[in-house]
């Protein structure tokens, strides 16, 4: 029953996401700190932004030869200062879509509906019966013919399968 049990079909895959977005977040993290733990370096509020004078910059630059992407913006080049905010959008972004898909994922295998609560709809099903069905219903095909029929036709069909077992 365990390939059936759709709530749990995309755990695996939403575990890895939330590993990277993790990583991601922690790496930001890591060169937001280092930034701002320099005293030149400061962040505007309004912004949401690491911000220094050019020559800070320039400085920080010839230092570290790889720091996130980093621009000038028409505001800033007129106060003379650069800033980390298109890699740190962009960075969000990716992450943010990351998280859409993971939630539209889940909301996908929650529509879909559940072979265990299909079951247990059925009113008049004998317990050998319920337990014969979920030993038939552990192969996916027959699982997939199960759903997919229309709620009144799945005691009928589910009964055929069990006695035509019965019998060979």
Not at 3 to 21: I, P, R, S, T
Not at 62 to 69: A, D, H, S, V, Y
Not at 108 to 116: C, G, L, M, R
Request: proline share 1%; with cysteine.
């Amino acid at each position: 029953m365990k390939k059936n049990n759709v709530k749990y079909e995309n755990m695996n895959d939403d575990k890895e996401v939330m590993k990277n977005l993790h990583k991601k977040l922690r790496n930001i993290y890591t060169i937001l700190k280092a930034l701002l733990d320099q005293s030149r370096f400061g962040w505007d509020d309004e912004k949401h932004m690491v911000t220094a004078d050019s020559y800070v910059w320039d400085e920080y630059l010839k230092k570290k030869r790889k720091l996130p992407e980093t621009t000038l913006t028409a505001e800033d080049s007129k106060k003379g200062k650069r800033s980390t905010g298109e890699g740190m959008i962009d960075a969000l972004k990716s992450i943010a879509s990351a998280v859409d898909g993971m939630i539209n994922r889940k909301s996908d295998s929650e529509k879909k509906p559940n072979v265990i609560e299909a079951l247990d709809a059925i009113s008049g099903l004998l317990e050998g019966d319920y337990l014969k069905a979920c030993d038939l219903l552990d192969d996916e095909g027959k699982t997939r013919i199960f759903l997919n029929l229309a709620k009144n036709k799945r005691k009928m069909w589910l009964m055929w399968k069990i006695n035509l077992k019965k019998d060979n």
